[in-house]
């Protein structure tokens, strides 16, 4: 992505594009613009809907998403303004319609989009493939994505007795609200119990109720796409230990200046395992209003919009295990190896 680029999620559904008038001014501010755009069902509404908000935008990155055979693959554009236009995207849409349907069909496109558009690459950090193989007699094939292992931090404020995680943005946890929200809600085998409210309209993930008219083909609240995570970045600098990416991601994100020989290691595991299986290693890392140097809030150059969240020590059990709050398992996991390894040292109850 452009270092003067911005990011912008937006969800275009079947041709129709939603972008908000507060982030297209945002993006108007830094001259740069990326564009995450999930589930359209026909390459040439990018023609229309999207590249019309490009105009004046120096620089921009476009992730769309391509229906092919009733399953959506991600495919990534990413170039300059004056080395796309209408033709470009007229070339995408011919090399998608002209691939046959069948096995491996994500990487015979992208092939052939490698093939005709040289300035075309895939929207993972690595790429993505295909192959197949027999298991237990039986031939299987799968798609895979290539993608850099990871960092994840667990912060704890010693001076406030908090954990420091991060809120934000997740495009695929919007779309996958949305999608549920189109789909009628399960019966109750005895109807419902006594004493129990009438069912009531959706909620958002952070227990809000969806505003009112929203159906099957409304949009959900943005809420429903924030997420509570770890503090955490991607391994792509070779020439720097994971100790020392988690302590930049740390600084970037969460404001605190922490020493890379500080970071304790938790453990390492994998994620993603059904599409990326790449690693993540978790640290533990202590930290307190002394060296919080910054508001953190991620890198605007690198289109990180990250808001810093504190969870009180004594609340942070319940706060895991609550499902109203959409959070990562890394959360959760965190919190368990804190309350098992860590608070007798500070003799607080963690409420479990």
Known sequence: MSPSALLLDVGLVVGRCRLLGEELRLLKMWGGLRLDILHISCVDTLVHTVFSSLKNFKKFEVVFSVSLSDHHYVLHLHSFKNMIGDTTLQQVED??????????????????????LPHCRLCS????????????GTKKSW???????????????TTSHCFVLVKQFRPAVYMSEWER????????????????????????????????GEGSSAWPPASAGVTYELCAGLVDKPDLSLEEIARQEVLEE???????????????YRSGVGV??????????????????GAGGGEPREGELIEVVKVPLHEAMTFAYDERIPKTMGVIFSFIWFHNNMSPKYKISTNV
């Open 95 to 116: 090399i998608v319609a002209s691939v046959t349907p069948g096995k491996n069909l994500l990487t015979k496109t992208l092939k052939k989009i490698y093939e005709n």
């Open 125 to 136: 950090v690595a790429g993505t493939g295909g192959f197949g193989s027999s298991q237990n």
């Open 143 to 157: 798609d895979f994505m290539r993608t850099h292992d990871s960092v994840s931090v667990l912060l704890f404020n």
């Open 181 to 212: 929200s189109k789909a009628p809600p399960p019966k109750a085998a005895d109807g419902p119990e006594e004493g129990a409210a009438e069912a009531a309209g959706p909620e958002s993930p952070e227990g809000q109720p969806a505003p009112a």
């Open 254 to 268: 969460c404001g605190y200046d922490v020493p890379a020989c500080k970071l304790k290691r938790i453990t390492s």
């Open 276 to 293: 990326t299986g790449s690693k993540q290693t978790m640290f533990y890392a202590e930290v307190s209003d002394d060296n919080c140097v």
